[in-house]
């Protein structure tokens, strides 16, 4: 435990020794003796030169680092003597009352964000595997005062305003620039604490979230299909090299079909990941509400689909002929969109001509 707070003692027995991680060095190396001190970062974003503030994060994390191998030499770990730098902050200054402002690169998500990732590439050098000192990209999220206020203040931004604004400098910092750390904010978010808010650790892995589980669920999809139409070898091998005597059979305009309804099937997959990996299961969200929520979209999204490839009244009565072929095809979307029509239409004959085919393939 002693080794999560920012006074690090050693532990003997490994030959590790004593660290303190708290070190500043917003525009310059701070404290702990003499070093050079640039302007402000406010004052350096009015240069609006990433070139310029990339070779002054080199100054400073050369200067931190002689600072810091002399300490050590003389055995000294003390505060403001290591190479975690606690730089940049990348907060968002838009109230001047806020009284921390001049650490800021100013207003400007977009600038802040440039300007962020220069300083940093400068901090920690040209070479990950080797830095001359660790960045930490501060304060996450949406800190920008009141000063006074900040153990217990709470920030409440809409989600547009979260995205666009206050978490894009801290996507830049991490996904462009590789910051080593990054620190929370003491204020509230929208009701959570910083440090321990779902909301913003959902918020920087929704993205891969959602990419990873849509390819997961289609290669289910794809596999599921593939094992329950006329023996796994032929339903892989469609899937893999299309058959065009298969194709010519069935008709090029019904495989057109079919493939369209597959693409609308793939989009409320997509949807439907979405919405629950994007979302995380807190006091609002419960896996049971996401199903339904999925089930509803995906009842949409065949319905609406249906209407758009098979209008009303193009199906002669007592023909499930495309139904059948749907199904041949390896397509259960449009399976379940001639259910539907069926049913609406009340062509109980049909239905149950075919319920056995149809539920062979779902």
């Not at 990732?117 to 660790?134: M, N, S, T």
């Not at 808010?197 to 849509?214: D, F, R, V």
Request: charged letters at 20%; a positive charge; proline letters at 4%.
């Amino acid at each position: 435990m002693s080794q999560m707070l920012y006074q690090s003692p050693a532990i003997e027995r490994l030959g590790i020794p004593a660290y303190n991680w708290w070190n500043g060095a917003l525009h310059g190396v701070a404290r702990a003796g003499v070093a050079t001190m640039f302007p402000q970062a406010i004052g350096l974003a009015a240069t609006f030169d990433r070139e310029l503030i990339q070779e002054i994060g080199d100054v400073v994390s050369t200067e931190g680092r002689a600072k810091f191998n002399e300490f050590s030499r003389r055995g000294d770990h003390g505060i403001y003597k290591g190479l975690t730098f606690w730089a940049p902050n990348v907060n968002i200054f838009r109230d001047p009352r806020w009284g921390r402002g001049h650490e800021t690169y100013g207003e400007d998500p977009y600038l802040t964000g440039e300007l962020g990732c220069a300083y940093i590439k400068g901090l920690q050098g040209p070479d990950p595997e080797h830095p001359k000192a660790a960045a930490c990209a501060k304060h996450f999220a949406v800190h920008s005062g009141p000063e006074a206020l900040r153990h217990q203040f709470n920030a409440q931004v809409s989600k547009h305003d979260l995205y666009d604004t206050y978490l894009y400098a801290f996507k830049r910092c991490v996904k462009d620039a590789k910051v080593e750390a990054v620190m929370g904010a003491y204020n509230r978010v929208n009701g959570e604490p910083a440090c321990g808010s779902k909301g913003l650790q959902n918020g920087l892995e929704k993205i891969s979230k959602i990419l990873m589980s849509a390819l997961l669920i289609m290669i289910v999809v794809l596999a599921v299909h593939s094992f329950t139409l006329s023996g796994a070898g032929e339903g892989i091998r469609f899937y893999l090299i299309p058959n065009l005597k298969t194709v010519k059979e069935v008709g090029f305009g019904n495989v057109v079909s079919a493939a369209m309804n597959q693409a609308f099937f793939t989009l409320s997959l997509g949807v439907a990941a979405m919405e629950i990996f994007g979302s995380y299961m807190g006091k609002y969200h419960t896996l049971a509400g996401e199903g339904l929520r999925i089930c509803a979209l995906d009842t949409f999204v065949a319905i609406m689909a249906g209407l758009i490839i098979f209008p009303a009244g193009s199906i002669p009565p007592g023909n499930s002929q495309i139904l059948q072929q749907s199904c041949y095809t390896k397509n259960h979307l449009s399976a379940k969109i001639e259910l539907f029509r069926l049913l609406f239409n009340e062509r109980k004959g049909d239905f149950n001509g075919i319920s056995n085919k149809f539920y062979g393939t779902y």
